[in-house]
């Protein structure tokens, strides 16, 4: 597992610290890419998130939906498809991971990725309308339809670009596997052993069976039970996170004000952050936004190019609300959560295992920021307090933040004194007992650190089990939403015959990914998220010409007034009014 741990981390950082180097610091090409894009998308398309996204709610009620279209699912279908998908643990764990390592600072950075992310969202699923394939005989359980970037990219660009179609395809199924199913599966097994001593086995074996249960019966059955689970989870969740917002109102312009300060001039942080690290501070803003709404990432235009419709733009229009919902709606609460219960920087009881898990050994420098280190062969505390503490010096850290203080029992009231030994993940006290875990004052970070901001904002148990919901609802839901997205890479590369078997593997995966550690699975995500994007960013830049010409003419025909009367006389014939 280290070996495993210290290749995904030399990757991860490889992919996420290649760019432009900015003083001590590095603008990862990534976040300029996708930036660029998102501001670029803007301006072509004059400010379409904000000037069509009304458009967007109103197609949404499906008062425009005509049922002779071809496709799959009516509009609000392909969107809570898409919504389950996007609105998963990013919106849980991911808020606080960004807050742990990029400090209160980073949400701001998260709004400006949804605020471009939203007019890149309506540029990929416009052209996944466009260049869609539709075959009328296909089954329930392979779909009709299939769209997404491989087709824009193949078909929009031409012939000569089908190896970067290819590219897409596979790097899409394979991230998959990871960002919509095993981060989703190790956060509820996370949050189950954290809540209940569930071992991560069992949550994993149950999880795996409820998620192939739904993704094995067809895209017609992942839409009606998202269609469901989306706005369930939601409302569950938001009003949880809207009572404590308003309970705690008085903390609420100082949190904002918190926020904004940081994010232009972090001065403090727990993780990640030092003194000046604004880039730290960008990086996993738009890391953690990016991975939350999945704008540029190619994924949600799979869903939305099922919709039954023969108007791209108007399903175009209904992405618009995807960013807009998932970040600039759900994660501010989360964020807000997290920062005003003031839970972001406080220290509780814990268990520290002494290797593996999340600890890990540390240095911090005169700024205050973190860098890893080896672990060291032996290393002291002295009545509960490590021994060497000077910068630049190795220290024990759980959640990558060093720990002061050192106990053998969980009511913190007996210090430890000896020498801990990482290579054997022993601690040996000076009266020769030895310990594969002690306790301490240690910072949370993921759903763990998400739970505990409710636990201080509910009263009693109430805010553990909202956010424990929560995770179920939103983790289930993304991996089947996510399954649907793979699956259709598989039958782009390989035919139908496909689709049942990478399913299958998909359900593997789900158990997978509950028993592997926390750092490892999301890194893994974070790779094959900043490989994927490539291909899609630059065909969406090709083609955004296309989409201004398709908005253009949408937006002067005005066809949606011609559907509203195909719908009522849908209606009207069905028996309705």
């Not at 307090?385 to 029992?409: K, L, M, N, S, T």
């Not at 409710?454 to 996510?482: C, D, E, N």
Request: hydrophobic letters at 50%; glycine letters at 12%.
């Amino acid at each position: 597992m280290h070996v495993l741990e210290s290749i995904v981390g030399r990757l991860n950082a490889l992919i996420w610290g290649f760019g432009i180097p900015v003083g001590d610091q590095v603008i990862p090409l990534v976040i300029i890419l996708l930036l660029g894009t998102g501001v670029f998308l803007t301006l072509r398309l004059g400010f379409v998130q904000v000037r069509r996204l009304g458009h967007g709610f109103a197609v949404t009620t499906g008062k425009y939906d005509d049922p002779a279209e071809p496709g799959d699912v009516p509009h609000f279908q392909a969107l809570t498809t898409a919504l389950s998908a996007t609105v998963g643990i990013g919106n849980i764990a991911g808020v606080a991971i960004a807050i742990h390592w990029g400090g209160p600072g980073a949400l701001f950075w998260m709004w400006m990725t949804a605020l471009l992310g939203m007019a890149v969202k309506y540029t990929e699923v416009t052209l996944a309308q466009r260049y869609r394939t539709v075959d009328p005989d296909g089954s329930k359980l392979h779909g009709k339809v299939s769209g997404g970037p491989m087709y824009y990219i193949e078909r929009g660009l031409g012939p000569r670009w089908r190896w970067m179609a290819i590219f897409f395809a596979g790097m899409l199924g394979f991230t998959a596997f990871l960002t919509g199913n095993a981060v989703q599966a190790n956060t509820v097994a996370d949050s189950m052993l954290t809540t209940f001593g569930v071992p991560a086995w069992l949550t994993g074996l149950v999880a795996s069976a409820l998620v192939g249960a739904v993704i094995l019966g067809g895209i017609s059955r992942i839409g009606k039970v998202t269609s469901i689970l989306a706005p369930a989870m939601a409302l569950v969740y938001g009003l949880g996170a809207l009572w404590i917002i308003i309970a705690n109102i008085g903390q609420l312009v100082p949190s904002l004000g918190l926020i904004f300060s940081e994010a232009l001039s972090p001065s403090a942080g727990v993780a990640g952050t030092g003194i000046g690290a604004i880039l730290v501070t960008m990086m996993w803003g738009v890391k953690r936004g990016l991975f939350s709404n999945e704008a540029g990432q190619g994924s949600a235009p799979i869903a939305h190019a099922a919709a039954k419709t023969d108007e791209p733009v108007s399903e175009g229009v209904v992405a618009l609300i995807e960013p807009f919902i998932d970040t600039l709606v759900i994660c501010t609460m989360t964020g807000l959560v997290v920062i005003m219960t003031g839970v972001w920087n406080e220290r509780q009881p814990t268990e520290l295992l002494l290797r593996g898990g999340d600890s890990s050994w540390v240095s911090m420098d005169e700024k205050g920021r973190r860098h890893e280190l080896a672990a060291p062969a032996e290393w002291a505390v002295s009545n509960g307090r490590p021994v060497v503490v000077a910068p630049g010096q190795p220290r024990y850290a759980w959640h990558e933040v060093a720990i002061d203080e050192f106990y053998v029992d969980s009511a913190l009231t007996r210090p430890f004194t000896g020498v801990i030994r990482p290579a054997a993940g022993l601690a040996v006290a000076a009266d020769g007992a030895t310990y594969a875990s002690l306790h301490g004052p240690a910072v949370e970070s993921g759903a763990p650190l998400t739970m505990n901001a409710f636990s201080h904002g509910l009263p009693g148990q109430w805010g553990r089990y909202v956010v424990l919901v929560g995770v179920l609802l939103f983790a289930v839901s993304t991996a089947i939403s996510w399954s649907y997205y793979g699956d259709r890479c598989a039958n782009y590369l390989f035919g139908a015959s496909a689709i049942v078997p990478y399913r299958i593997v998909y359900v593997l995966m789900h158990f997978f990914g509950s028993v592997v550690s926390l750092n490892v699975v999301w890194e893994l995500g974070d790779i094959a998220l900043g490989v994927v994007i490539v291909p899609n960013l630059i065909a969406l830049v090709l083609l955004s010409g296309q989409v201004k010409e398709m908005t253009d003419s949408y937006f002067r025909r005005k066809p949606w007034l011609e559907n509203a009367e195909a719908h009522r006389r849908a209606k009207r014939a069905a028996g309705g009014r």
